[in-house]
């Protein structure tokens, strides 16, 4: 059962590197689907592991915190998008720390 | 390990790597769709049936198709934008992923079965089971997500209004100020 453990770290490093490297929000934002889907398949795993349904529970609540997440995220890129026809992040430096 | 095991490990780790390099949007988007697919099949063989067919559904049919969509709108098909401003952020990116692989890999490194006694009692991960669990000890939970996703509906539907109109003026209004405009002169 640790495949699949490793195989979901594998994933969460993988989209863990698109945050980092990808310069389009929208590309952005599928590398964070890409993460909640490492943790998914993790707890997944476990409840195949330990034989206890909530881990499948709990993946089905990240499922549908993905949608609200992505119902949002994609309507502040296409606000983004009315207000300076671009969605490279390197475009929007104007708010600093 | 199965063949079936070494099978979707390769397809899944292609595709999201893919999802992660390819330039096209549209091509990542598509990879993407691939390795959610990928995942169904997984969690079949993962006894959560229930959660194998949602993730198609939602995942791999609303959410992607929401992406595309975006994507296709915005005519944003493309990864390079203008100059690189951090040339330096990919190596350091994949290094800081490996980092974070290996110190995820020793956390798991730990977990064994948890109770390798006990028959596994999942079901199959139908929907009869996992409800009652959903409708019983996680009731507040999910109503708690049927709150989110409504502010989430409303709160989308707000951002992409379209600007509002300025409130018409009425015709009287407009008379009087082209008349104090004309004794004005």
Known sequence: MSYYLLLSALLFAIGLYGVLSRRTAILIFMSIELMLNAANLALVAFARGSGNLEGQAMAL?????AAAEVAVGLGIIVAVFRARSSTSVDDLAELRG | MSAFDLIAGVLLVASALAAVTLKNAVHAGLALVGNFLVLA?????????????????????????????????LYDAKADVGVDRLRWMRPVGAALAAVFFLALAYAFSGVGPVNPLADVKLAGGLPGP?????????????LLIAVLLFVATVSAVVLVQPQTRKARVKPQVSERDRELEEVGK
């Open chain 2, 130 to 142: 996992l409800g009652k669990l959903l409708y019983g000890l996680w009731l507040y939970i999910v």
């Open chain 2, 41 to 73: 099949m997984v969690y079949f063989a993962l006894e959560a049936q229930f959660l194998g067919w949602i993730q198609i559904i939602v995942y791999a049919g609303a959410v992607m198709v929401l992406f595309l969509f975006v994507i296709m709108l």
């Open chain 1, 61 to 65: 609540v990240v499922i549908a915190l």
